[in-house]
């Protein structure tokens, strides 16, 4: 089975700073990457699909990069509502695995 | 409105079964990928079974020959049937819409509110 590594565990970064979350696949997936952030006792909700489009109604400051193996979402001007934890996750195939999580916070 | 409602979780002992539903409206669950995941306390999120358009079905080996998906498609439901259950099971399980048409399938775009099973003595 193929396997989801997130990098980092865990972040603190000011607002309005870039942050960038990577997402490695143990094998390739194309662009079947999706991500979704999950706000502190509330259910997930999909960020960006196919590796780099963004869902309906998600702000522009959120995007998605890559293909194959590696691919990265980058918050471009982090805002206090962006804390959250970030799960990145393959769904070309069943097992639909998910990556452990980035926790994202402010400093 | 386009949703999903889950229900059936709750307290059950070691051992037992337990029956999870998730009710959707303003979609048809068989045109669709739907699939169960969950979410043990203060841990990431896991998957854990897929059912297919086309009916076919896989399972996270953690729960392989444990637990079986299914749908209704009168009722338009899915239903997550689990057996032998342990602690390990403990968590909050969430149903997930993947979106199918036409050969072109996405991501968990409509997640339900979850229901929490606690698998204890």
Not at chain 1, 42 to 71: M, N
Not at chain 2, 12 to 25: D, E, N, T, V
Request: charged share 15%; proline share 4%.
């Amino acid at each position: 089975d193929i396997l989801m590594t997130q990098s980092p565990s865990s972040l603190s970064a000011s607002v309005g700073d870039r942050v960038t979350i990577t997402c490695r696949a143990s094998q390739g997936i194309s662009s079947y990457l999706a991500w979704y952030q999950q706000k502190p006792g509330k259910v997930p909700k999909l960020l960006i699909y196919a590796a780099s489009t963004l869902q309906s109604g998600v702000p522009s400051r959120f995007s998605g990069t890559g293909s194959g193996t590696d691919f990265a979402l980058t918050i471009s001007n982090l805002q206090p509502e962006d804390v959250a934890t970030y799960y990145c996750q393959k769904y070309n195939s069943a097992p639909l695995t998910f990556g452990g999580g980035t926790k994202v916070e402010i400093k | 409105e386009v949703q999903l409602v889950e229900s059936g979780g709750g307290l059950i002992q070691p051992g037992g079964s337990l029956r999870l539903s998730c009710a959707a409206s303003g979609f048809t669950v068989s045109s669709n990928y739907m699939s169960w995941v969950r979410q043990a306390p203060g841990k990431g999120l896991e998957w854990v079974s897929v059912v297919y358009s086309g009916g076919s079905t896989y399972y996270a080996d953690s729960v392989k020959g444990r637990f079986t998906i299914s749908r209704d498609i009168s009722k338009n439901t899915l239903y997550l049937q689990m057996n032998s259950l342990r602690a390990e099971d403990t968590a909050v399980y969430y149903c997930a819409r993947e979106p199918y048409s036409g050969g072109w399938y996405g991501a968990f775009d409509i997640w339900g509110q979850g229901t929490m099973v606690t698998v204890s003595s």
